[in-house]
């Protein structure tokens, strides 16, 4: 008998939250590939028809002032999208006229910190934290990092992002551009 005729199979039991944690890690690490392999268009597929992807300006406030630190959905922000705004950023991407990204950027998203809630109607809520690293011509590099608040929705048996928050956590972006998807 060989070495591996003799290998146990070995059967984990998981509650339902470890297995939707299991369930939404696999979804962002695909998510994440598919940025940095610059697969946009199967990337807007992981959206709802009515996502919002919002992402605020953070401001550096007193603590006593804590509740001002970061701006409300309708205030100025960095991102405010909607699907069709989202089309439009990734469909100019490629049309060769987006010239901050030409050549394009190569990045690494790197997502973790996963913590997952299950809400009313079958949504979660998913709170994540991210690095991602940038790198465009020769010298031009950036390291940028916070966390996503999301919430998901199952549709037609897929998760899929019906809310994104994304939270930097610099409050100056020393970028360029922001032309990278976070």
Same mark, same amino acid.
């Given at each position: 008998?060989?070495?591996?005729?003799?290998?146990?199979?070995?059967?984990?039991?998981?509650?339902?939250?470890?297995?939707?944690?299991?369930?939404?890690?696999?979804?962002?690490?695909?998510?994440?590939?598919?940025?940095?392999?610059?697969? +946009?268009?199967?990337?807007?597929?992981?959206?709802?028809? !009515?996502?919002?992807?919002?992402?605020?300006? @953070?401001?550096? =406030? %007193? #603590?006593?002032?804590?509740?001002?630190?970061?701006?409300?959905?309708?205030?100025?922000?960095?991102?405010?999208?909607?699907?069709?705004?989202?089309?439009?950023?990734?469909?100019?991407?490629?049309?060769?006229?987006?010239?901050?990204?030409?050549?394009?950027?190569?990045?690494?998203?790197?997502?973790?910190?996963?913590?997952?809630?299950?809400?009313?109607?079958?949504?979660?809520?998913?709170?994540?934290? +991210?690095?991602?690293?940038?790198?465009?011509?020769?010298? !031009?590099?950036?390291?940028?990092?916070?966390? @996503?608040?999301? =919430? %998901? #929705?199952?549709?037609?048996?897929?998760?899929?992002?019906?809310?994104?928050?994304?939270?930097?956590?610099?409050?100056?972006?020393?970028?360029?551009?922001?032309?990278?998807?976070?």
């Amino acid at each position: 008998m060989g070495k591996h005729a003799s290998a146990k199979v070995t059967t984990v039991t998981v509650t339902p939250r470890q297995a939707l944690w299991l369930e939404l890690m696999a979804f962002y690490t695909h998510e994440a590939w598919l940025l940095d392999e610059r697969k +946009f268009k199967e990337w807007l597929d992981l959206f709802t028809d !009515d996502v919002l992807y919002f992402m605020p300006r @953070r401001k550096n =406030v %007193l #603590r006593r002032e804590a509740h001002r630190e970061v701006t409300p959905l309708g205030d100025l922000s960095l991102i405010e999208d909607d699907r069709r705004y989202l089309e439009m950023r990734v469909a100019r991407l490629e049309t060769g006229m987006a010239w901050g990204e030409d050549p394009p950027s190569r990045t690494r998203h790197l997502i973790g910190n996963l913590v997952a809630e299950p809400l009313s109607k079958g949504e979660v809520k998913a709170k994540t934290a +991210f690095l991602v690293y940038r790198s465009h011509l020769e010298t !031009d590099h950036q390291l940028l990092a916070g966390s @996503r608040e999301d =919430v %998901l #929705r199952r549709v037609n048996g897929a998760w899929k992002i019906a809310k994104r928050t994304v939270l930097l956590d610099a409050n100056v972006l020393l970028d360029k551009n922001l032309s990278i998807f976070l």
